[in-house]
């Protein structure tokens, strides 16, 4: 199972893959240098970026993450309002402070090597840091960022086989594997899956733990989205895309007390879009925001979650917890068995899959049964299958920030219809899963996070392609 610590990550924008496992790496590759020799005996480091992480760098700002990341930086705790001033040296003197311990000559233009076209065995986002000791000794690691800030080392690709002296999913006390296995554990032991998911959490960290780090997880995502109201102005990257949240959130605190407000229906659809909207936005000019299971896909979840305060009598922070604690349950059975990288899989990945989690979560907070809510969960994944990623400009701006808008309401959509529904369904949802692992392979790869196929290619020449040296500039946040 994959903890709730693990698919819920405080993080930046734009990307999860792109951005934040880059920047992850990183600090892995600074933990692993320290290891071989003092840092003070390091002449140079070298950056090599494959396949997608290169072909969309730029416009996912791969190489500030990693010069970020070799300062010292952690996803989790860099102020993004002082990365300027974090990357001046780098930029102006061409030296980077090395953990902040040891200054080294780094020209960022010519120690970073792109290559677009060299797609390495295991996944498509690869990146190799080299370290040059003053002795002539070469040190490198190579590095996979597989989707939502998740990172594995060269070694754990090649040896994918489970540590044994490390808890394995057996020891927990309500093990699944698929989406059968879990509403059967649900049936048998008479637990939601929220329940469920918060017993095998506390097999590692006790309850309050947990339970604090969920509180934080929605504090931030509630953060995101006022700034995102409050923000306004043009994205970075050069494709001149105007901010729409807060203009729209004006609007509708405008309308809410006319007449229109109180008998239109779908009003509350508005406000989830404005949610949605106000967290991509942020995601895109590079803020704080929590991957949800990604970045690219990070605002279907806090939408949802939203229109959960704002809309449901029932709202609570204990329903809070429960809707997380739910929706990790489905996003562990999709990264498992199929793939939440928009790189791997498209991005019916990244998408698809905060869909079909929230759709699940928010089922069982307006009362669906574990059969319900794994309905839920299969309907929002049947309904993004094939999804592409094709990000203009290799920027995550159009079409994704829309996107997440278009798939929050089409979460809410399908925990509704299946709470109306006896919780079958001619699609299980493992069998979902596993059509979008088979229609990502069948993908051609200029649908999957490279900015070559789709709306991508309608790019004219006013928009910079994804290699033109146009990263975001995290000082705009």
Not at 228 to 235: T, V
Not at 326 to 352: F, Y
């Amino acid at each position: 199972m994959i903890s709730v610590f693990d698919l819920f990550k405080i993080g930046i924008g734009p990307s999860s893959s792109h951005t934040v496992g880059p920047m992850v790496a990183a600090n892995l590759f600074l933990t692993s240098l320290v290891k071989q020799a003092p840092l003070t005996t390091i002449k140079s480091i070298e950056v090599e970026l494959y396949g997608s992480l290169a072909a969309t760098g730029k416009g996912h700002a791969t190489d500030t993450a990693i010069l970020l990341g070799l300062l010292g930086h952690t996803p989790s705790t860099i102020d993004t309002r002082l990365t300027e001033q974090y990357l001046a040296p780098i930029l102006s003197d061409k030296t980077l402070n090395l953990s902040g311990a040891h200054l080294i000559d780094f020209d960022s233009e010519g120690d970073i090597y792109w290559y677009d076209d060299t797609v390495l065995p295991y996944h498509p986002n690869a990146l190799t840091l080299r370290a040059v000791f003053l002795d002539g000794v070469v040190y490198q690691q190579t590095y996979y960022s597989v989707g939502g800030g998740f990172v594995i080392n060269e070694q754990d690709a090649s040896t994918p086989d489970i540590d044994h002296a490390s808890p394995t999913i057996n020891d927990l006390p309500y093990p699944f594997n698929s989406a059968a296995e879990l509403l059967e554990q649900c049936r048998q032991h008479n637990l939601s899956i929220s329940e469920l998911v918060l017993a095998n959490e506390c097999h590692y960290r006790d309850e309050s733990e947990i339970l604090s780090y969920l509180d934080a997880i929605w504090e931030v995502m509630q953060e995101c989205v006022r700034q995102g109201c409050q923000n306004g102005g043009i994205l970075p990257g050069g494709l001149e895309v105007k901010r729409r949240a807060q203009a729209l959130h004006l609007q509708l605190l405008a309308e809410k007390e006319l007449p229109i407000a109180q008998t239109d229906k779908l009003a509350a659809m508005d406000w989830v879009d404005l949610y949605a909207l106000a967290v991509n936005e942020e995601n895109a000019n590079g803020g704080k925001v929590v991957t949800a299971p990604t970045n690219g896909a990070a605002g279907i979840i806090p939408a949802v979650l939203h229109y959960y305060r704002d809309f449901l009598q029932s709202y609570g922070q204990q329903g809070v917890h429960q809707f997380l604690l739910n929706a990790t349950a489905i996003g562990s059975l999709i990264k498992q068995n199929a793939s939440i990288s928009g790189a791997e899989v498209g991005c019916q990945g990244e998408v698809g899959s905060a869909c079909a989690m929230a759709a699940s979560a928010l089922a069982e907070i307006l009362g669906g049964d574990p059969a319900k809510c794994l309905n839920a969960a299969e309907i929002g994944i049947e309904h993004n299958l094939g999804l592409t990623c094709d990000p203009i400009g290799g920027l995550v701006q159009v079409p994704c920030i829309e996107r997440n808008a278009m798939a929050a309401v089409k979460a809410i959509n399908a925990a509704r219809l299946a709470c109306r529904g006896n919780g079958q369904h001619f699609v299980s949802l493992d069998k979902a899963i596993q059509t979008m692992k088979q229609t990502g392979a069948d993908m051609s790869d200029k649908y999957k996070e490279t900015a070559r196929g789709g709306l991508a290619v309608y790019a004219d020449d006013r928009i910079p392609t994804a290699t033109s040296g146009v990263s975001v500039n995290y000082s705009q946040c």
